[in-house]
């Protein structure tokens, strides 16, 4: 029998758990040894790896986060700590390996695969969904259902006391969490860090809706924004004339229950990740694109910054304010 390990790197998305359950039930069909690797990159060097079973991934598919734990590691970043890694993998007889996580923890595996030849495919896995290559990383939709169901909740105060919200979502420098929810919530404002924007554009219009009965307003702002979120409100009480509050989310948007089609992505991801590995596809990773699944090589994947929808993009023009 053959042995396959996965492991999950960087920040937890929900998802991971699904994909977990999936991972050990299709390695067992398949007629191969599925292995845990906990804690991530850490892990690998710590020896924390086990066999895992059908008993070990029972029930978890509701649960959002990773059984299985992540990390961080700055020690899979030296060269000693990588030959440790391998040894371990070696003491098991573990050579394939799948990765839950993003393009730095794909950068690494890169590394660690010229070195090893230990084999491997990264399975997007970030809610700010910024890796390149893939329209979809693993976590997203749970995310922006979790952002949707605050929004809403958040409007219901914001309508009652007159003010303005300004709701800040993850991302990094990547706008798309804050996007996809402005659209899809009828927010009044939304400013990402792949538009330029100048509050000024906004003054007459929100203006003229305040005398024109407007009772609230709500603005979604990326965390990667140039100003922080306390000066958009602020913009809004010394300028518009309205009270606000500023609501960060923060990590609520990476926790909770994995979505029915996180899971369903979960399973897809996993499947065809675990048939490229035995198919000797030694090296890549597993993206969705509108043409469906497609295996990308390291370097597509992480030498190009994510481009955000431009058609999606152009609907934040202030042209029509």
Request: charged content about 25%; aromatic content about 10%.
């Amino acid at each position: 029998m053959k042995n396959i390990a996965i492991l999950c790197s960087g920040g937890d998305v929900s998802g991971m758990n699904p994909a977990l359950k999936h991972f050990v039930e299709y390695s067992l069909q398949k007629d191969l040894t599925p292995y845990f690797v906990y804690d991530g990159f850490e892990g690998l060097i710590d020896n924390n790896i086990k066999e895992a079973s059908y008993c070990d991934v029972a029930g978890i598919i509701t649960r959002g986060g990773t059984k299985i734990g992540s990390s961080r590691s700055d020690r899979f970043m030296q060269e000693k700590y990588r030959k440790i890694a391998k040894q371990n993998l070696d003491n098991l007889n573990i050579n394939m390996l799948i990765v839950l996580g993003g393009d730095g923890s794909f950068r690494g595996m890169d590394v660690f695969y010229k070195e090893s030849g230990i084999k491997f495919c990264g399975i997007p896995s970030t809610i700010d969904n910024d890796i390149n290559g893939t329209d979809y990383c693993l976590g997203v939709d749970t995310a922006l259902n979790i952002i949707k169901t605050s929004i809403d909740a958040i409007r219901d105060t914001a309508s009652s006391f007159k003010r303005a919200f300004v709701i800040e979502t993850m991302g990094r420098d990547c706008g798309y969490l804050a996007l996809i929810s402005h659209l899809t919530s009828g927010s009044e404002l939304c400013l990402i860090p792949e538009k330029e924007y100048n509050l000024k554009d906004y003054e007459d219009d929100f203006k003229t809706q305040m005398k024109n009965g407007r009772r609230y307003f709500i603005a979604i702002v990326s965390e990667g924004i140039k100003q922080d979120s306390q000066e958009i409100a602020e913009w809004f009480e010394k300028t518009i004339g309205i009270e606000s509050r500023v609501s960060i989310l923060g990590h609520i948007q990476r926790g909770g229950n994995p979505s029915i089609y996180d899971r369903l992505m979960a399973y897809k991801f996993v499947t065809h990740a675990v048939d490229g590995l035995v198919k000797d596809r030694d090296e890549s990773v597993i993206c969705y694109t509108k043409s469906g699944f497609e295996f990308k090589s390291i370097i597509e994947v992480t030498n190009k910054t994510k481009e955000l929808d431009p058609e999606l993009i152009s609907s934040l023009t202030t042209d029509n304010v």
